[in-house]
């Protein structure tokens, strides 16, 4: 049930993640520039380092907690209430980056602990309509190891 | 380029003025600043009005040629200035910029906001970004913040608390301020959580209000009675590099840096600040930017009572946003009523004993981690 519905619904920004079919090789997708050797997420519309181009590419899925919040006023967007919010130190690339975590683990939320994204249907878009957003989800210390947390 | 000085400052108490339209406030504390100046209508030669939320809310626009109208001050340049909190702070860096270049002999700032309203709902980044979109809104900016503060320096909800304590104390002299009621830290924290670890005490809450500057050439000032120089008007948008430290603020940083340079001044030699204090813990990473005190060191600084009238360097003794209230386009404006006020030494039981060099700071806007605008301006007398 849950996989139909999350089918039917849009990501809430298009391209901002990707999966192959069966929801295998989900990652961010991000840019980075070739010339100035920079990342970036979301992908701007030209690198404003060089205004050169930024090519689509992928940012992985893991990383690590640097800071989070429990929101716990009237939510936007008809999040759930209350909902988690971090800045994620991502691998492999140097990010930093805003997101959703995910709505079961409100208290299992710890700076410096590894995560790993998901997306499923959570809230709605600009127009209202149920819709996809990405998250971050607890994720096993070692992720080599593709074990589940033992929390 | 010539010297830059304010000449007077008008202001309407922080409320829900739920019936009066904005246009009217903003007229009245115009009137206000003029009369404080004893300059003639007459003699103002360009006009900023600034307001963050008038265009969204009312879709209002060109309000300040209204505002002006009503001072009987019209045909000169007027320019109406969004810029998210730091609104009102913005349009007196305009005013500065043009005394100082000589295309303004008497310049005026006013700045209001008519927001208590139903539709108004928590501020954000914009609702085209993609951090909105994920949910961010301002108070999880800066709960975020919290959070990274508390572990990498061991700050404390107490010390976050105390912050909300100090301010409402202060508040409590000041009868401009909106809240004035003395609160205790177990009240501060025993208070509705907004998000973690902020509580609803440790969050400014928006309010309807106007206030008004008018400033001047130091030619004119040798006409004007009480004329306080201004120092310097530093304004910084932010870096938005990733990543964005978001224990040390570089924005707010690189902005206080510029501010001192430019007036020639350290921070041991400010008498008072008036900060940006939207939350507990944003008060606490301006005292660090500020070089009040050591990165990492501003929530012991607030408990030590070192921020407090009485101590070292009294920070916010208006009371700040906290107990003021926050209109964005007003407050910039009535951080600097404050140090007029101050450095004329006419502040009643919560003066700064002497006081002579004032700092006002606002910040505002949030993007890729980092703040759109900061804003300090020092003031002497």
Redesign the interface.
């Known amino acids: 049930m849950q996989a139909d519905r999350d089918q039917q619904c849009q990501p809430?920004?298009p391209g901002?993640f990707r999966a192959s079919s069966g929801g295998q090789g989900l990652e961010l997708v991000g840019g980075h520039c070739p010339a100035c050797h920079r990342?970036?997420?979301?992908r701007p519309p030209r690198c404003?380092y060089c205004l050169g181009q930024v090519e689509e590419q992928g940012l992985g899925a893991t990383g690590t907690l640097?800071?989070?919040?429990?929101?716990?006023?009237r939510?936007?967007?008809g999040?759930p209430s209350p909902?988690a919010?971090?800045?994620v130190?991502l691998d492999g690339n140097?990010?930093?980056v805003?997101?959703?975590l995910a709505p079961e683990s409100l208290d299992k939320l710890e700076?410096g602990m590894r995560l790993r994204l998901a997306v499923g249907q959570l809230?709605c878009?600009?127009g209202g309509a149920p819709c996809l957003?990405p998250y971050f989800e607890p994720a096993p210390p070692h992720p080599s190891q593709g074990m589940q947390p033992d929390v | 380029m010539s010297d830059v000085y304010l000449a007077g400052v008008g202001m309407i108490p922080f409320r829900v003025h739920k019936e009066r339209i904005l246009v009217d406030m903003a007229g009245e504390a115009a009137a206000l600043a003029l009369q404080d100046s004893g300059i003639d209508p007459g003699r103002v030669d360009m006009g900023f009005f600034a307001s963050a939320t008038t265009a969204v809310l009312y879709k209002d626009v060109t309000v300040g040629q209204n505002v002006y109208w009503q001072l009987g001050i019209n045909r000169i340049p007027i320019f109406n200035v969004e810029n998210a909190c730091t609104s009102g702070s913005t349009g007196i860096y305009l005013a500065c910029n043009a005394i100082a270049a000589g295309q303004a002999e008497v310049a005026m700032v006013v700045g209001g906001e008519k927001m208590c309203v139903p539709e108004m709902?928590?501020l954000?980044s914009g609702?085209t970004e993609?951090?909105?979109?994920?949910?961010?809104?301002t108070?999880?900016s800066f709960?975020?913040?919290a959070?990274?503060h508390m572990?990498e320096f061991g700050t404390t909800l107490e010390q976050m608390a105390a912050v909300a304590v100090k301010n409402r104390r202060h508040a409590a002299l000041n009868p401009m301020a909106q809240f004035s009621k003395p609160i205790s830290a177990e009240d501060v924290l025993a208070s509705?959580?907004?998000?973690?670890?902020?509580t609803r005490l440790q969050c400014c809450p928006i309010a309807d209000g106007a206030a008004a500057v008018v400033l001047c050439s130091s030619r004119v000032a040798k006409e004007t009675a009480g004329a306080l120089r201004v120092r310097a008007w530093a304004y910084c948008t932010g870096d938005?590099q990733?990543?964005?430290d978001?224990a040390r603020w570089g924005t707010d940083y690189r902005t206080c840096a510029k501010a001192y340079e430019l007036a020639g001044l350290k921070p041991g030699d400010l008498d008072l600040v008036e900060c940006h204090d939207a939350f507990t813990i944003a008060e606490i990473l301006h005292y660090e930017a500020l070089g009040l005190c050591e990165p990492g060191q501003g929530g012991r600084l607030a408990a030590e009572g070192q921020t407090a009238l009485g101590g070292p360097i009294p920070v916010n003794p208006s009371g700040g946003l906290l107990s003021r209230g926050h209109p964005p386009g007003a407050t910039g404006l009535a951080q600097v009523w404050e140090l007029a006020v101050q450095l004329r030494h006419q502040a009643g039981p919560r003066q700064v004993p002497g006081a002579s060099v004032g700092l006002a700071h606002c910040m505002g806007g949030d993007k890729d981690?980092d703040s759109k605008s900061c804003t300090v301006i020092i003031l002497t007398n």
């Open positions: 809430v920004v901002i990342y970036y997420f979301p404003p640097y800071t989070y919040t429990v929101v716990r006023v939510p936007p967007y999040l909902y919010l971090g800045y130190d140097g990010l930093r805003l997101g959703l700076i809230g878009d600009v957003r | 709902g928590l954000n609702a993609l951090d909105t979109q994920l949910g961010l809104v108070p999880a709960a975020m913040r959070a990274r572990a509705p959580p907004i998000a973690d670890p902020l938005y990733n990543p964005q978001m981690g």
